[in-house]
């Protein structure tokens, strides 16, 4: 009997929210590697789980490398969940939250993408899943700094869906609408909305994703999915 290969998934920002729950359904049958920037709460995900956990800060690009090294073998599919909030006036926000949130948002984007395309372009196969946020399509005031962060990743996702060259290799997007996870209790009260989509559900949507085969009627640079949270 020849035994199936077990999958690998890696979810970076699985310690909470829509990450916890992806990792959450993949767990039973694959092999899951939640990576997270708390070292104690990576633990006790992977303790609690029974998974694999890494802490490594996206923003540092050698954390990144160490981390998708140290993993290794095939890359099935990576979620892409980390991301900084930061809120308010442009004028009003300090230097250093900005200079934040760029490095996590747009650095750490780019970084764990990077990694991830590497491993599946020599493997010929893999479905990156990027989780973006509604606030890329609609401006709103009091977001200026967050929703750029954002728009580079959508961008970045764009452009690398239309350059794999073969449709085994999927990059993909979702904009899900407010959630209530540890990020949107970051945001305040004057950016939130009265109705939530729960992050189980959306884990949902992010999981059949990572699932589609090569040969599924998918093109790679589809947006497939940008909910408004009220589904």
Partial sequence: MILARVRTFV???????????VARILVPDHRVVVLGDQPEEVKQVAADLG???????????????????????????????AARWIGGRLEDLAPEAIQRAVEVNV???????????????????GNI???????????????????????FGASLVESLAQATGTNGIKVMQLHPGPMPTRLQERVGAEFLDTVYTPPAQVAREVVRL??????????????????????
């Fill in 129 to 151: 899943v990027y989780v973006g946020a509604v606030a890329v399509d609609v401006p709103r005031p009091g977001i200026p700094v967050y929703r750029a962060t954002k728009c």
């Fill in 11 to 21: 979810v970076v920002g699985g310690t909470s929210g829509l990450g916890l729950e």
């Fill in 210 to 231: 990572l699932m589609l085969d090569a040969d599924d009627p998918y093109v790679s640079d589809l947006r497939v999915l940008r909910a408004d949270g009220r589904w």
């Fill in 51 to 81: 998974c694999d956990g890494m802490a490594c800060d996206v923003a540092r690009y050698d954390q990144v490398r160490s981390a998708f090294d140290e993993i290794g073998g095939e890359l099935d599919g990576l979620v892409h969940c």
């Fill in 107 to 125: 650095l750490g984007t780019a970084y764990v993408l990077r990694e991830a395309l590497r491993r599946m372009h020599r493997h010929g196969h």
